[in-house]
Structure formats: C-alpha cells, structure tokens
C-alpha cells in the first residue's frame, strides 16, 4: 500500500455569469460529427416496447476486447468532506487533465433522490472546480435519467443553475436527435442489436465518471462505475421504436451487458463518492451506511472491486456477497474485454494519511481473501 503527501484545502469555486447552453453549442463545444445512423437491418423494429431483434448485420462500429492492464491504482480516502476527499483522492493518483481539453463528466443522476441515491453537488462542484484549476478546457456534465425525466432531475438536484454559476454546459440526452447517436456492437456481445452512445460524449477529449457507492436491487447487484455507464446509452433512438433499456433490464444477461457499454471508451478518471452508500436496496433508495470513503482510479475494474470489498465490510446482500470478488459478473465481464485489471493482486491501493491506511487495510483483506 502506497502512502503519498497529504493534499490541503478544498477547491475555491468561483461564482460566474449565467449562461444557458443549447444543443447546438455544445456539439460545437464536442466537435460532433453529424453522420446519420444507419438504421438497424434486423427485423421486428416496432413501436412495441420489446420487439424481437436478431443482431445487426451491419453495426455502424465494432468493438473487441482490449488486452487487460498490468496494474492500476486506486486511491482511498476516508473522510465525511467530500470537497476535500475529491480533491486529494486526484491528488494522490497525480491525476492532470491535457491543458484546454474538452472534458464530458458523467455524473449519477439517474433519479432525484440524494446522494448516494444521485452525485452529491459537493462531488459536482468539487470535480468541475479542479478539473478547472488543473487546466482542463470548458466542461460539459451530462446524463440520461433512468427514473424521471432528465432535465426535470437535474433542475430539481440544482444542477442547472450550478451550471451558470460554475460555467460548464450541459447535455440532456433525451433531447439528442437520431444523428446523435452511434450504435455500437461488440464482438461476441450479449446485446441483441448493440448499444447507442450520445456522438457528442465520444468527441470528447477524456470522459471523466462521477458515480456512487450502492446495491441494486434490479438486478444489477451492484452500481459502482461499470453500471453508471449505463446512463451513456440510449433507451429509445428517436425513429427507431426499439427499448435497450427494456432489453437490458430482461435479459438473463443484465450483468454481463451492463460491463459490455464500458467497452465503447476508456475513462480519463473515475471518481467514486462513498461518504454514504446504500448496502441494500438501491438504486434510488436503500439502506443508509456512513461508508466514509472517496475513491478514484482510471481503472473501472479496480475501483469497482474496492468498491465491492467496502460494501461486503459494511454488510451487505446476498448477491453482492457471493463468491469472490471477481466472480461478480459485471466484474468477469469486464475482465473478459480487457477493461480492467485481472486480478485483487494487481490493484494497489493508494492512501495519504494513516486513518485512510488503516481503513485500507480492512478494504484489502477482503479483496484480497473473498
């Protein structure tokens, strides 16, 4: 376990002019490239929420798995300030945004509930604000919601006018168009017809996630950052009539398709907020558990197994119990397409102060032995 200088202060945010952002600026902001979609060859696209479907003949993008990393870090904080864990957790990993990059944040807000229920605004504020003072260029944070209507989740968290104040834009995905979205399908994939991600997230320069720590009680296990990338992908192509999501949320294969979008991009960073987690229950409510802990890696699979092993020492369901770790099958998946590290022994854990240590240790022995 690797201990690093101690980080001082929060950020200082600085209040800003309003600003609203349209569509149209912030595909010029990302650069998107405006190529139509090509429709789906495959048979029963209806209106109907599930209609049958047989893979495409012809994906407009093919993915394949990746060989996996050697090593990654993982960088653990244990605090109840998430201003200041966010910024020491990008600290001890040195992380440093490409001076005057286009940066797209992924945030949780998959529902109005707070935090861990959606991104905390101290998390919001805490990333944008640093990503800021570390060089990076305009933000934009955007989501699709799976429990409301996304603009309508994010006016109720404050988000928008967070927006004005701080000065980074925002995407509502349910406002893109079919030009807007890329259908994607990987090779040896479960998802009948691919996934489609928003085109202006993938022209971004670095994709920065900011999920929390929680249970899932749809059949998703768990909800770490292999599971907020679901919120990338798109449930309706507009014109298309087909559910994703409804193919998602039905498959036997859940799990397994949640760690497949995850092979679309490779995070510049991801951030976790575990001040509070949700041990049981979850997505948007559950039980409540002072888990007192940031993290942050460019490792999905690292920091989801860390993740794992803090909600396992906390007590947690049945399902998120089961087996070792890297049984879990959002994290096998993942291995499988190279996505993260394969093994506990590859992740190393990374604190700068001896509380956090100390916590680290309990976190380690259960990655490490379950």
Not at 37 to 50: E, L, M, R
Not at 94 to 118: H, I, M, T
Not at 206 to 214: F, P, S, Y
Not at 274 to 299: H, N, W, Y
Request: proline share 7%; with cysteine.
């Amino acid at each position: 376990m690797k201990m690093v200088g101690a980080v001082s202060g929060a950020v200082l945010l600085q209040a800003c002019a309003q600003r609203t952002t349209s569509f149209e600026e912030v595909s010029k902001t990302l650069a998107v490239t405006n190529t139509p979609v090509p429709p789906p060859t495959a048979a029963g696209a209806t209106s109907t929420p599930f209609p049958p479907a047989q893979p495409s003949a012809t994906p407009t993008t093919g993915l394949s798995p990746t060989p996996a990393p050697q090593q990654a870090a993982v960088a653990f904080v244990k605090t109840q300030n998430r201003a200041e864990g966010v910024t020491r957790a990008m600290d001890i990993l040195e992380y440093r945004p490409a001076r005057g990059a286009r940066l797209f944040l992924k945030p949780n807000f998959n529902s109005a509930d707070p935090a861990p229920g959606s991104t905390h605004p101290e998390v919001l504020q805490a990333l944008t604000g640093q990503l800021s003072t570390l060089g990076a260029g305009r933000l934009t944070v955007g989501d699709r919601s799976g429990m409301g209507d996304t603009r309508a989740v994010m006016r109720q968290l404050g988000v928008l006018g967070m927006a004005a104040e701080l000065e980074f834009d925002t995407l509502v995905f349910d406002d893109l168009q079919d030009i807007d979205w890329e259908l994607l399908q990987l090779e040896g994939g479960h998802w009948a017809r691919g996934f489609a991600l928003p085109r202006p997230v993938l022209a971004a320069d670095g994709i920065i996630q900011a999920c929390c720590l929680k249970t899932h009680r749809y059949g998703g296990h768990f909800t770490l950052s292999l599971k907020n990338s679901v919120g990338l992908a798109a449930k309706y192509v507009p014109g298309e009539g087909y559910n994703y999501m409804g193919e998602l949320h039905n498959s036997p294969h859940q799990r397994r398709m949640i760690a497949e979008i995850n092979a679309a991009y490779q995070p510049e960073l991801v951030v976790l907020d575990g001040v509070e987690a949700f041990t049981d229950g979850g997505p948007a409510r559950g039980r409540k558990v002072d888990t007192q802990v940031i993290l942050a890696s460019t490792d999905r699979v690292a920091l989801d197994a860390v993740g794992v092993a803090i909600l396992r020492l906390h007590g947690t369901t049945p399902a998120v119990t089961r087996g070792s770790i890297f049984e879990q099958e959002q994290i096998a998946r993942a291995v499988e397409l190279g996505l993260g590290v394969a093994s506990p022994k590859d992740i190393e854990i990374r604190t700068d102060d001896p509380d956090s240590a100390a916590y680290a240790v309990q976190v380690q022995e259960l990655l490490l032995n379950t």
